[in-house]
């Protein structure tokens, strides 16, 4: 049996490291970073807006070499201030198949609800989706395709558009989508993308946004806050970037992105309106909502997998367990 009494003094050693005095710099690629300021913090007003939330999830119901099948939903709320006011909701059957001749993936998409979000086939899925993740990582490349779409969808019907997620877009195709969504904002609405979480570094090798937020609590800043500019042109993403942080006893700040930038402090505002729920204090209500709504939770695809699994013919279950034997082994008790 493992001393666990060295485990816990090497666990408190490594975990009591010291408080660094120099952060370094915003280190965001391509771009001319900005050293961390106490000037850079702006206060936030707190003024309701009506807002609409997107979020999307999506989960493998059977996965092989060449061939997966994914659900996807699709999940956006209006909330005029704290009360929500609208809401769509979309399931889809996404049949991903690897193409050799073509070196693509093509993805036939089921419209469970009808809703007309999708076309009903997405052949040219970039190659490079991540090469460990391969025809699994389609599902969650259709969830972004679709989070645009909806995005697109819904746009009119609210004053600000608030996205999980960056608005940073990782592929050619799935950028094609957001742009069409930013060409059809008209004067006066705008998109922010909030992050749970954020791995952007400084030149120094900490965390961006733990570098921010601890400059702001040497300083005694108080938030509701946001701060920018971290970086000179951040080409990578619409809009700029900034440290978000919506309530004073929350312990966590966000990354942040704003198309147009002139909006920024007006949409920040209507978030802290919505960040005042104890289940997470600091991060706004409404995306925690969509994220509940959103999620195709572990036992709902266990159900759907178990129905699909009664129809398999017998060459597909032997694709299917070329991938799952590490699934299996890990039950075991």
């Excluded at 939330?53 to 659900?71: E, W």
Aim: hydrophobic residues 40%.
């Amino acid at each position: 049996m493992a001393d666990m009494r060295g485990i816990y003094g090497i666990l408190r050693s490594i975990a009591t490291s010291a408080v660094p005095e120099d952060y370094g710099v915003p280190a965001i690629g391509g771009a001319v970073p900005v050293p961390i300021s106490k000037s850079n913090f702006k206060f936030i007003d707190a003024i309701p807006a009506r807002l609409c939330f997107v979020d999307g999830g999506n989960s493998h119901l059977f996965l092989a070499p060449g061939h997966a099948i994914h659900m996807v939903r699709l999940y956006a709320s209006l909330f005029d201030g704290n009360t929500r006011k609208k809401e769509w909701r979309y399931t889809y059957i996404i049949d991903a198949r690897y193409l050799p001749d073509k070196n693509r993936y093509r993805a036939r998409i089921y419209d469970i609800d009808g809703s007309g979000i999708y076309p009903e086939e997405v052949m040219y899925i970039p190659e490079h989706i991540m090469k460990d993740e391969r025809i699994k990582g389609v599902g969650a490349y259709m969830r972004r395709i679709g989070e645009w779409l909806l995005t697109k969808e819904i746009v009119d019907e609210c004053e600000f558009i608030v996205r999980d997620g960056a608005l940073q877009t990782g592929e050619k195709e799935e950028g094609i989508y957001a742009s069409a969504v930013i060409a059809h904002m008209r004067d006066g609405k705008g998109i922010v993308g909030l992050s749970k979480t954020c791995t952007l570094l400084t030149d120094r090798g900490y965390s961006l946004v733990a570098a921010v937020h601890h400059t702001a609590e040497r300083a005694g800043i108080r938030a509701p806050w946001y701060y920018n500019p971290l970086a000179r042109g951040i080409d990578s993403i619409y809009g700029d970037m900034y440290v978000v942080k919506l309530h004073p006893a929350s312990r966590y700040a966000f990354r942040a992105e704003v198309y147009p930038e002139s909006l920024a402090e007006r949409i920040f505002a209507a978030l802290v309106v919505h960040s005042n729920d104890p289940e997470f204090l600091g991060y706004p209500y409404g995306l925690l909502d969509a994220d509940i709504h959103a999620r195709i939770s572990d036992e709902e695809a266990k159900m759907y997998r178990t129905m699909l699994y009664d129809y398999v013919d017998e060459f597909s279950e032997l694709e299917m367990n070329t991938l799952n034997a590490h699934d299996i082994i890990s039950e075991v008790r």
